[in-house]
């Protein structure tokens, strides 16, 4: 009886019972699920940020150039060639060496030639004397025929002995100065200042007087030529901006297209070539450096006109979309902001931004990939504008 009891007792009492079991286990998995929300709502307010590089749009002046491909020509070059025969016996260079004009090159050996002047000069005083002794008959036989001393025909063989004479003393002194100049070849100098390249024949062989094959060549390289064409329509556009010396004309080699080279424009071919609807331009650079090399392939602008204080960006910062060229400004916040776009000229690294950009204002460079309008963007801070080297920031 008690046992039925005691359990019409725990019956009266579970609803008590249930409730004070469960209501610990509930409490717990609202903690738990109140915190996994918290959690979840803190991670969407703080999304990770998008790393990129940005630079800072700047105020320059800017050239307006016409664009080519351009290669690098010596002014001058020349092929050294042997005037004389004979044995080379001294060098006085080392290939790829800059020379100066009148500098020595080759010496042949001089003594045959030293010879055969030595000669020319001893038949020379030879028939000098025979011409005196020549002129002196004819000075006497003319008093003499006057005086029917001596026939007539007497006197003209006298004439014309001193006559030949004569010419035998300018035959021997036009042979004494053709030795003299081929001695004087013997010393190979060279005719320009410039840089010497491979040398083709070596010390101790024999040359032949005007030989097929050059001793070695010479190519001045200080100043020197960019040539490039433009097509004939442009034609115009280059004499309207003034006389050749005015313009301009920036050299960029592709490998480094933020070293700028300037030079002036000093030839503009007599006529246009029909085949191609072109015409060759050639342009001087003093190229102390050395850096533009004959036969390099350079990326040519031909100055038009300036534009200043032209805003321009990076041009690595400048996309396109179908709404046309757009960059990415980091405004402030970090946030990116999309932007559209008119692109002018560049120059360098820079182009040109009629709107939708003020200097002073970071546009993303690198990273783009990951940007989107609005998101925050983790700025890390590219190359500056001085380090560049593409422009002067006004």
């Not at 050294?80 to 080392?94: N, S, W």
């Not at 321009?312 to 776009?341: E, H, K």
């Amino acid at each position: 009886m008690k046992y039925r009891k005691g359990r019409r007792a725990m019956k009266a009492y579970h609803p008590l019972i249930r409730l004070f079991v469960i209501a610990p286990v509930i409490a717990w998995a609202l903690a738990v699920c109140a915190a996994g929300c918290a959690t979840k709502k803190s991670n969407r307010g703080i999304a990770l940020a998008a790393p990129v590089l940005a630079e800072e749009a700047v105020s320059m002046d800017v050239p307006v150039e016409l664009r080519q491909i351009g290669t690098v020509e010596a002014i001058n070059t020349v092929a050294i060639t042997a005037r004389v025969g004979g044995q080379l016996v001294r060098v006085g260079f080392e290939e790829g060496q800059n020379v100066k004009k009148g500098e020595v090159l080759f010496q042949i050996d001089p003594a045959p030639f030293r010879a055969t002047l030595a000669q020319a000069q001893a038949n020379l005083e030879r028939d000098k004397a025979a011409l005196s002794n020549a002129n002196a008959d004819v000075i006497r036989y003319q008093d003499l025929v006057k005086k029917d001393y001596v026939t007539k025909q007497t006197y003209e063989a006298a004439v014309s002995t001193a006559a030949e004479a004569k010419a035998m003393v300018d035959a021997d002194s036009a042979a004494a100065d053709n030795a003299h100049i081929n001695l004087a070849y013997c010393t190979i100098t060279s005719p320009v200042a410039g840089r010497t390249g491979q040398i083709l024949v070596k010390q101790g062989n024999i040359v032949a007087a005007n030989g097929t094959s050059p001793l070695v060549t010479i190519n001045q390289i200080e100043p020197i030529y960019v040539s490039f064409t433009i097509p004939e329509e442009q034609l115009s556009k280059v004499q309207s901006g003034g006389t050749k010396a005015d313009l301009p004309v920036l050299a960029y080699i592709p490998t480094d297209s933020s070293r700028i080279f300037r030079g002036k424009l000093t030839f503009i071919d007599n006529m246009v070539d029909a085949a191609t609807g072109t015409i060759l331009l050639k342009a001087t650079f003093a190229n102390d450096d050395h850096a533009l090399w004959p036969g390099l392939y350079v990326k040519v602008g031909l100055v038009l006109t300036n534009l200043h204080n032209a805003t321009v960006v990076p041009a690595a910062a400048v996309q396109t979309s179908q709404q046309g060229n757009f960059v990415y400004v980091v405004a402030p916040g970090d946030t990116a902001q999309f932007r559209l776009i008119n692109v002018g000229p560049a120059s360098g690294r820079w182009i040109v931004v009629d709107k939708g950009v003020a200097p002073g204002e970071k546009v993303v460079t690198d990273g783009q990939l990951g940007v989107r309008q609005g998101i925050r963007v983790s700025v890390r801070t590219g190359l500056t504008p001085a380090a560049a080297g593409g422009g002067r920031p006004q």
